[in-house]
């Protein structure tokens, strides 16, 4: 059996009209992705959801990410920690972080999320000298070369128990070529042996279809 990605498209907004509800906020932020450096890289509203989902299971109180872009992910994640959380969001671009601020504030969350402008991993390693307090849960979702720096960054910004997701793991099936000359594909099988290596770590993968077309995420559970 194979359906079209036409079908994938209206299952996810079946699903996303049934039990995702979006506010005026997050449909203005998801909107606003246009206007960014990336139009369309921010995630699906039903994946939005779950990274809100998986912060309430593991009471995440202090979230990091990796790419805000124009922080569609982040109020989820912003609302998903509450008001007493604290979540901070790196993004290169300052034109992007310009937008996610007004994004942040029109949701309400402004006040508990920092975005820090500049190369996401060179701010991570600052957070690390500057010994922050540990995160419960990390996205990994900008540039898919640095993927490998981001996950060695966020292992020295965490604790065991700590979520990590890293987003964009299959585009499009391109994954599974090992002599891909993409340094993309290459990002995404780098952190993945990375994980896979690391006796800290427990994960798995999965394939998704739907409005962003053909992907997936890495669920990462740090144990020690
Ligand atoms: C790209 C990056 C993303 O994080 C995403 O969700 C979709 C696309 C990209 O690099 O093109
Ligand atoms: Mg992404």
Redesign the pocket.
């Known amino acids: 059996m194979y359906a079209s990605e036409g079908v994938w498209r209206d299952v996810d907004a079946y699903f996303v009209a049934t039990l995702v509800a979006e506010d005026e906020a997050l449909v203005e932020a998801r909107e606003s992705g246009r206007l960014s450096t ?1 139009p369309q ?1 921010e ?1 699906a509203p039903n994946q939005g959801k779950l990274l809100a989902l998986l912060c309430g299971t593991a009471g995440a109180r202090r979230v990091l990410e990796f ?1 805000t872009l124009v922080g569609y992910s982040t109020v989820w994640l912003a609302r998903a920690v509450g008001e007493g959380g604290r979540v901070t969001s790196l993004e290169l671009e300052e034109r992007n972080a310009d937008i996610a601020r007004r994004n942040l504030e029109r949701a309400g969350v402004a006040g508990r999320v920092d975005v820090v402008v500049g190369p996401a991993a060179e701010s991570a390693w600052r957070m690390v000298e500057d010994g922050v307090e540990p995160y419960d849960f990390v996205f990994i ?1 900008a540039d ?1 070369p640095s993927n490998p720096e981001y996950l060695k960054a966020s292992l020295a910004l965490t604790r065991p128990g700590s979520v990590i997701v890293v ?2 793991v299959v585009r499009d099936g391109a994954v599974v070529d090992a002599g891909s000359s993409d340094e ?1 594909v290459q990002g995404v099988r780098a952190v993945l042996a990375d994980i896979a290596g690391d006796a800290r770590l427990e994960a798995t993968a999965l394939q998704t279809v739907g409005s962003k077309g053909w992907d997936g995420f890495t669920v990462v559970r740090r144990i020690r």
């Open positions: 990336m890289a995630v790419g979702d898919k987003d964009n993309r």
